[in-house]
């Protein structure tokens, strides 16, 4: 309010038209700054017409984006099956890798298995062998004992059986000399 009570103030103490004219102009000017013109004002009808055409869009956009949606759907159906196909492919050619290693192995395995028992067999059979030769060692270290044993028992037997014989013999003589 303050505004045109000093434009009034300022109009009537102007000199003259030419300073009026000035004066009105750039209140004109304050106005059109402060309010803009009426074409640039939304009118009812076309706030309508602007409401009807973003809503036209806004149904065309979720169209596209229904049909984008769809394309991604089934985009990412073919995807998830290759993946699996994919996946299904590897997992079968690990099996395949797995079921060859462990044939492998089990080839290793039956090698080394054989491997082991023919040197194990050979082991026994030295083993064998070695106690075979000491029993016969043992064998002829016993009846070379043995028979030293049985000539040592039949020399001491033969000496005393000698001894007897003279002490019979020497009782004999003695009762037949009286």
């Given at each position: ?32 700054e402060r309010n803009p ?13 602007t409401e009807l055409r ?83 060692q043992l064998r002829a ?38």
């Amino acid at each position: 309010m303050t505004s045109v009570v000093e434009f009034y103030e300022q109009l009537a103490s102007a000199p003259d038209d030419k300073t009026r004219a000035r004066l009105i102009a750039e209140a004109f000017e304050r106005m059109e700054e402060r309010n803009p013109e009426v074409k640039e004002l939304a009118t009812q009808s076309g706030m309508r017409e602007t409401e009807l055409r973003l809503q036209k869009e806004i149904v065309e956009a979720e169209g596209r984006l229904r049909l984008e949606i769809e394309q991604l759907r089934a985009d990412m159906g073919r995807d998830i099956e290759q993946l699996r196909a994919g996946v299904g492919r590897d997992i079968e050619q690990l099996r395949a890798g797995v079921g060859r290693d462990i044939e492998q192995l089990r080839a290793d395995a039956g090698r080394e298995s054989e491997q082991i028992r023919a040197d194990l067999g050979r082991d026994i059979e030295q083993t064998r062998a070695d106690l075979t030769g000491k029993i016969e060692q043992l064998r002829a270290d016993l009846i070379e004992r043995m028979e030293q044993m049985r000539s040592g028992i039949l020399r001491w037997v033969v000496g005393l059986l000698a001894g007897q014989t003279l002490v019979l013999l020497a009782a004999l003589f003695a009762i037949a000399r009286p």
